[in-house]
């Protein structure tokens, strides 16, 4: 087996900090415009939606559904190299179509369905970052 990498770690910006302002305390927070309520993710400077800058992080409920997944077999993904095989989710949070987060679970997504709820835990990783996950739940 090739020489492990370290597993990447979330760079934050001044976009992105809030969101993992509140990971860090396991809440999920998603920036939300304030003009039309649409849910921007990941964040961005002006509504997708309307364009406002009047943006601001509000809480979501974590439950969702997998919108779409991928098996991973390939050793080439630097810090995954000794996780294959592995299953990335594409989850669809309830509050809005299209408002995906991305998520992994182990092993080659044997059980795993598309529409499949999902529900939300925490994962502790390096530099104190905690990173939103989910899993298929039943
Ligand atoms: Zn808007």
Same mark, same amino acid.
């Given at each position: 087996?090739?020489?492990?990498?370290?597993?990447?770690?979330?760079?934050?910006?001044?976009?992105?900090?809030?969101?993992?302002?509140?990971?860090?305390? *396991?809440?999920?927070?998603?920036?939300?415009?304030?003009?039309?309520?649409?849910?921007? *993710?990941?964040?961005?400077?002006?509504?997708?939606?309307?364009?406002?800058?009047?943006?601001?992080?509000?809480?979501v409920s974590g439950r969702?559904?997998?919108?779409?997944?991928?098996?991973?077999?390939?050793?080439?993904?630097?810090?995954?190299?000794?996780?294959?095989?592995?299953?990335?989710?594409?989850?669809? $949070?309830e509050?809005?179509?299209?408002?995906? $987060?991305?998520?992994?679970?182990?092993?080659?997504?044997?059980?795993?369905?598309?529409?499949?709820?999902?529900?939300?835990?925490?994962?502790?990783?390096?530099?104190?970052?905690?990173?939103?996950?989910?899993?298929?739940?039943?």
């Amino acid at each position: 087996m090739a020489d492990l990498s370290p597993r990447p770690v979330p760079a934050p910006d001044e976009l992105t900090q809030p969101f993992w302002d509140a990971t860090a305390a *396991h809440r999920l927070e998603i920036q939300r415009c304030t003009a039309c309520g649409y849910y921007n *993710h990941p964040p961005k400077r002006l509504c997708d939606q309307c364009t406002s800058p009047d943006l601001g992080f509000v809480p979501v409920s974590g439950r969702g559904q997998v919108y779409s997944y991928t098996v991973m077999r390939q050793t080439s993904i630097a810090g995954f190299e000794d996780k294959v095989p592995y299953t990335t989710l594409l989850v669809e $949070l309830e509050e809005q179509p299209q408002l995906l $987060l991305v998520s992994t679970v182990p092993g080659d997504g044997a059980g795993i369905a598309i529409g499949q709820s999902t529900e939300l835990w925490w994962e502790p990783i390096e530099e104190g970052f905690v990173l939103p996950q989910f899993r298929p739940i039943a």
